[in-house]
Structures are given as structure tokens and as C-alpha cells.
């Protein structure tokens, strides 16, 4: 088993949200062994478990009662909580009542959100479980790879190119038939599926609902509603643009990463190992940085903000690094080998616009880091390994 970098609290319920296939079963069986004794585990996708709950959500009450008269119960493990809100006021009162810790996962936060369900005011963590990063990957890393394929566990698994196009494909008409058909999340399924791979062209772009409407031959408020659709299950993360009092004009739609690149890749219909050089090769190279960035925050637990920014000129910064008691770091991220004079000028001018002083920092692949009039020029795991204090 990969060693991830999620750490579990010794005692506190939490939540574990994340999409599916990242590994939140298995990190749980790990943590929170099933044949352990002091460990109860309920699985909402096996079909009996679910419909004994839905039916009988007070059951859970009963059975923690019968378990802690037999012996010690440590941990109540619930798997896809979301498929039924209600058992969380089931938890939240074992909790109060009983003193029973839960370690609760789900794929959506969708229904919940949808159903107003009880989040536990605050009685429980909440932690998210990524698709694999390159500490976590350690000798087995491959930057060209995870270009290619992502870095979902259940794809990497997989020996042959075959095998891993066969995945990522299943991997999408799963997602379309358990997390939007089954979860009635949408009323009609065609639109939404007309509007996937228009919206997996746009990641990494700057948000234009009216465009993607028009692409996708639908209306922008189904866009609209439908990038939330993303969001909520976990499909995707916002980058919002920079807010300041910037002297220049700046664009404030956001933009949208796709959590994978080898989901991506398979929503944009083309699974054909990526070229060096290419533009497509440095366009996933942007969003493999951006999607680390996000990752490793989430597991070091970091208050950093990421941001965006584009001014009217069209000068534009790839990642805003804020975090208190720290200066904001400016992120160019270039996948060549060698950066040019043209890139260390044009992050130079942008920085004049900043009310305060910024670091200045371009993120590529070169071996050795060195400075250039002020900038930064660093290897991309140097450069992340100092952003985020790993």
C-alpha cells in the first residue's frame, strides 16, 4: 500500500471527503481495519447496509449501544455517508449521547448540502482525499506519466496503456451513472453529457459560462449550475482571480481545474500519451503544478490561499501564493527545460502593480536553481518544497 499523507486525529470524528477511486476506502481499512473489534463499519454501497438505514436510521443508535455493552468501540466507520443525509442525526446524537467517534467518507457533498443535511456543527473534522501526489508516488514518480494518466491509484494500478484508457473511460461512465443519474442530479442527462467535454477544454481557462453555453449547444444558467454539479462532487476546484486594489484592470471571472488529468484527458476524448514540447504538454504541466499545490495544502492543513491573476493587457500570473505573516509569492509555470528572458521581464512588470513587496518565482523544469534579476528560477519540486515548507 502507497503510504499517503493524510494523517487520521487519534479520537475525533471526522469527515473524509473526496471523489471517487482516490483511495478513501482503502486509506479507512488501512486506519480503521474492519476485523478489528473496537471498529464498526457500515458500507452504504452495499445495498443491504443501505436500505436497512434508510429504513431504520435509528438502528445505528441501537447497534453502537448493543457493541459498547460487549466490549470497547473505538471507531464507527460509515462509508458514502451521503447516500443517506439522515444518518448524520443519528451520528450527531451518538456523539453527544454515546461519546462514539466516527470516521464518516463521501463522494458528494452535493445531496448533503442539497438535503441541508446535519454537518455535525462542527463536532467532527473535515479532511479531503486527493488523487496521489509525487512525495506520496516517491522513486515510483513519473512527471510524463502523470501528464498522460493522472494519478488516481486505481489507473497507476494498471501495467499496459490499454488498460489504463479502458479505466479512465469506465472511470467516466461511472461518474455520469452513480453520481448523476442514481443521485438524480441533473433532470436530463444529455445536456450535462454535452457539456463535459467543453468544460474539460476550458480547465485551466478563465470561466466564460456564455462561451461553454454556445459550445455545448445548452442554456448558461444549466452551465452555470452544472460547473456546481462539478464542485460539489468533488469533480473539480475553483482558482479564483487576485483581488486587490491593482492599479490596472483585471478580470475577475474565475478559472477550473479538473481534479485528474487522466479524467481530463479522458472527458476531452483524446488518451494518447502526451508529447514533450507540445502545447498540450505544457498545458497539463500548469494544471499538475496547480493541482499539487492544492493537494499538498489540503494534507499539511496550510491557511495559503491560490489565486490567479490577468490584467488587461494580457500579462498574466499563474499562481498568487497568500498566507499570513508571509510575503506574496508570484508563480510563473513554464515546463521547459530553460527559461527565457522574455518570462523574468514580463513577472517583473506584473510585480510593480502589487501594493507590497512580492517573491518572484518561476516554477519549470530546469535542473539547478539560479536567480535572474530578482527572480527565481527553480526546479518545480525545489520550488513547491519551499512554497509549502515540506
Not at 195 to 209: D, E, K, R
Not at 298 to 310: A, C
Not at 326 to 338: D, H, M, N
Request: proline share 5%.
Amino acid at each position: 500500500m502507497i503510504h499517503r499523507m493524510l494523517k487520521p486525529p487519534k479520537s475525533n470524528s471526522f469527515f473524509l471527503f473526496g471523489a471517487r477511486a482516490t483511495g478513501k476506502t482503502t486509506w479507512l481499512e488501512f486506519h480503521f481495519p474492519p476485523e478489528d473489534p473496537t471498529v464498526l463499519w457500515i458500507d452504504l454501497l452495499r445495498a443491504d447496509d443501505e436500505e436497512m438505514y434508510t429504513r431504520q436510521p435509528d438502528r445505528l443508535f441501537q447497534q453502537i449501544e448493543q457493541r459498547k455493552r460487549g466490549g470497547k468501540l473505538n471507531w464507527v466507520v460509515i462509508d458514502e455517508v451521503q447516500k443517506i443525509p439522515k444518518l448524520l442525526d443519528v451520528v450527531h446524537r451518538s456523539i453527544q449521547k454515546q461519546q462514539q467517534a466516527f470516521a464518516l467518507s463521501g463522494s458528494s457533498a452535493r445531496k448533503l448540502k442539497r438535503g441541508q443535511a446535519n454537518l455535525l456543527a462542527g463536532r467532527a473534522f473535515s479532511f479531503r482525499m486527493h488523487p496521489l501526489v509525487h512525495i506520496e508516488l516517491g522513486h515510483g514518480f513519473d512527471l510524463d506519466e502523470s501528464l498522460s494518466w493522472g494519478s488516481l491509484p486505481v489507473v497507476l494500478e494498471e501495467s499496459s496503456e490499454l488498460d489504463r484508457k479502458r479505466g479512465l473511460k469506465s472511470y467516466v461512465q461511472t461518474y455520469l451513472k452513480e453520481e448523476i443519474l442514481s443521485e438524480q442530479l441533473v433532470r436530463k442527462i444529455d445536456p450535462f453529457r454535452q457539456f463535459l467535454p467543453v468544460a474539460a477544454q476550458s480547465s485551466g481557462s478563465i470561466l466564460n459560462f456564455s462561451r461553454i453555453a454556445r459550445e455545448a449547444n445548452i442554456e448558461t444558467k444549466s452551465v452555470q449550475r452544472y460547473f456546481e454539479i462539478l464542485e460539489d462532487t468533488l469533480i473539480g476546484h475553483y482558482l479564483p482571480a487576485y483581488h486587490s486594489s491593482l492599479r490596472k484592470q483585471q478580470r475577475l471571472s474565475p478559472k477550473f481545474y479538473f481534479f485528474d488529468l487522466g479524467v481530463l484527458r479522458a472527458l476531452e476524448g483524446d488518451l494518447n500519451p502526451v508529447s514533450p514540447q507540445s502545447y498540450a504538454y505544457g498545458r497539463f504541466f500548469e494544471h499538475f503544478v496547480v493541482l499539487e499545490c492544492i493537494r499538498l495544502r489540503d494534507y499539511l492543513e496550510r491557511d495559503i490561499k491560490f489565486s490567479y491573476l490577468k490584467l488587461k493587457n494580457g500579462f498574466e500570473v499563474d499562481l498568487i501564493l497568500e498566507e499570513k505573516s508571509k510575503p506574496t509569492l508570484l508563480v510563473e509555470i513554464k515546463s521547459g527545460t530553460r527559461v527565457g528572458h522574455e518570462s523574468v521581464k514580463k513577472l517583473q512588470a506584473i510585480s510593480k502593480d502589487f501594493p507590497t513587496p512580492c517573491k518572484l518565482q518561476i516554477w519549470c523544469q530546469e535542473k539547478q536553481p539560479r536567480l535572474q534579476e530578482e527572480v527565481e528560477i527553480l526546479p518545480w519540486q525545489l520550488a513547491m518544497k519551499g512554497a509549502l515548507d515540506l
